[in-house]
């Protein structure tokens, strides 16, 4: 009979006794729990006062009730106090804002931001989005931005897509051959920085598979724009989030309609443009076994899905009775998968058809509320949900003790009409209040 060191029996007992982890996704994040932060997190501007905003509503992110005459206070960077005004003594030495009949809000966060004009990062700030996502630009883009002297947001960018030949966007695109050449990619972008890795839709269900256990192993997150790889094996590749709700066109048509728009996109990038909204057209969405499945798969996995709808919209006076049709079943799309239990953020793609500009982000919220959220969801999805889409829950995304001072106060409360979002009066960013000049 063979005798086991004691050691070793010790050591598989505890092992067996531990709580383990229920999936691939929760070992990887236990064993590689990383701080994410801002590239320019060292260039922002930090507050060194005390303020207090007084007798505002509070709406904190976290989907809480509302806080009515409220008052939260601000040390330095920090929140310092927030919760009812009769319940707190204002410091002697604070500055004190009177919000009375306004409304605060944790800073909004924007999942998918394209600088291509760098006087456009400024404005999305101007409009209170204090953090954004670039998921597929190379860094040098930003340098413009980041040396501009008026403050921009948090920058939270991922490095080009990593995508194959040939590239939709050559200039923004990082090419690979083959999943090694993925693993090669994802290190490089994450040794420059990157905050989360972007796939984009030419590259193969194992070069996806790579890349997401090799940015894991970094501690960052994956997400991607697909429209060739069925979105289901991306998402148990390993994806942990989608960008564009079109990304689940060919997982909801039957494998022959999907296999004809999937040599259609193989040989020509272009033919996604009119041909997305052909699939969509096409799609019952009421009554259609693909759709009932992938919605508790989506729930299941708690994959962040940013739908970017805002930039899909198509009205009779730009778009013709196809892509009307097509737009509004990804709305309805949009609803099902939320009412599932889907994890949805807010992601402007900065232009969009039916916003002036700086309000592409504003236009998606009220494209998610025509979706199906409420206001209060919408809301959520635009700040915590987002933050924890970044992995900075912890500091960002909500009006929470402890957390970094990131605010703005408006005018009317976007709870009674999300319209209220373009009332914007004040925007903190890292307990500064910045000039909207």
């Given at each position: 009979m063979k005798v086991f060191p004691i050691y070793l029996i010790c050591l598989l007992f505890t092992f067996s006794c531990t709580d383990q982890p229920k999936n691939k996704k929760e070992s990887i994040e236990k064993i590689t729990k990383k701080v994410i932060y801002a590239q320019n997190t060292h260039e922002i501007a930090q507050g060194d006062k005390t303020?207090?905003?007084?007798?505002?509503?509070?709406?904190?992110?976290?989907?809480?009730?509302?806080?009515?005459?409220?008052?939260?206070?601000?040390?330095?960077?920090?929140?310092?106090?927030?919760?009812?005004?009769?319940?707190?003594?204002?410091?002697?030495?604070?500055?004190?804002?009177?919000?009375?009949?306004?409304?605060?809000?944790?800073?909004?966060?924007?999942?998918?931001?394209?600088?291509?004009?760098?006087?456009?990062?400024?404005?999305?700030?101007?409009?209170?989005?204090?953090?954004?996502?670039?998921?597929?630009?190379?860094?040098?883009?930003?340098?413009?931005?980041?040396?501009?002297?008026?403050?921009?947001?948090?920058?939270?960018?991922?490095?080009?897509?990593?995508?194959?030949?040939p590239p939709a966007y050559p200039l923004n695109s990082f090419l690979i051959q083959d999943p090694l050449e993925g693993e090669i990619a994802v290190n490089r972008f994450a040794d420059e920085g990157a905050t989360a890795i972007k796939a984009y839709f030419r590259l193969s269900t194992e070069m996806i598979k790579v890349i997401c256990e090799t940015a894991h192993k970094r501690g960052i997150p994956v997400t991607?724009?697909?429209?060739?790889?069925?979105?289901?094996?991306?998402?148990?590749?390993?994806?942990?989030?989608?960008?564009?709700?079109?990304?689940?066109?060919?997982s909801l048509l039957t494998p022959s309609k999907a296999e004809v728009f999937k040599n259609k996109m193989l040989g020509d990038n272009s033919a996604r443009r009119k041909g997305r909204y052909e699939v969509w057209n096409t799609l019952d969405i009421d009554n259609n076994p693909r759709v009932d499945s992938i919605v508790p798969f989506l729930a299941e996995h708690q994959t962040f899905i940013s739908p970017t709808l805002a930039v899909f919209e198509k009205q009779f006076d730009k778009g013709d009775s196809t892509e009307v049709n097509a737009f509004a079943n990804?709305?309805?799309?949009?609803?099902?998968?939320?009412?599932?239990?889907?994890?949805?953020?807010?992601?402007?793609?900065?232009?969009?058809?039916?916003?002036?500009?700086?309000?592409?982000?504003?236009?998606?919220?009220?494209?998610?509320?025509?979706?199906?959220?409420?206001?209060?969801?919408?809301?959520?999805?635009?700040?915590?949900?987002?933050?924890?889409?970044?992995?900075?829950?912890?500091?960002?995304?909500?009006?929470?003790k402890g957390k970094i001072a990131d605010l703005i106060i408006l005018r009317k409360n976007p709870l009674d009409d999300l319209k209220a979002m373009n009332t914007v009066e004040k925007v903190m960013l890292n307990g500064v209040f910045i000039d909207l000049n």
């Open positions: 303020i207090a905003i007084s007798g505002v509503t509070v709406v904190d992110g976290t989907g809480s009730e509302p806080i009515k005459n409220a008052l939260v206070i601000v040390k330095n960077n920090k929140i310092d106090y927030v919760g009812k005004a009769s319940d707190a003594t204002i410091p002697e030495d604070a500055e004190v804002i009177d919000a009375s009949g306004m409304t605060l809000l944790p800073g909004l966060i924007d999942a998918h931001f394209h600088g291509e004009s760098n006087k456009v990062t400024p404005l999305f700030l101007k409009k209170g989005v204090t953090s954004i996502r670039d998921p597929g630009a190379w860094n040098e883009s930003y340098d413009e931005a980041r040396g501009f002297e008026q403050a921009i947001p948090r920058l939270f960018l991922t490095g080009p897509h990593i995508d194959s030949y991607a724009h697909l429209e060739i790889t069925n979105a289901i094996d991306a998402i148990n590749a390993g994806l942990d989030g989608i960008e564009h709700i079109t990304s689940f066109g060919t990804m709305l309805k799309f949009v609803g099902r998968i939320n009412k599932g239990g889907a994890k949805i953020v807010v992601g402007s793609h900065t232009f969009a058809p039916y916003a002036e500009l700086g309000n592409a982000y504003y236009r998606e919220m009220e494209l998610l509320k025509e979706a199906g959220l409420s206001n209060m969801e919408v809301i959520v999805a635009a700040t915590l949900e987002n933050a924890r889409f970044f992995r900075i829950e912890e500091r960002l995304g909500s009006i929470e």
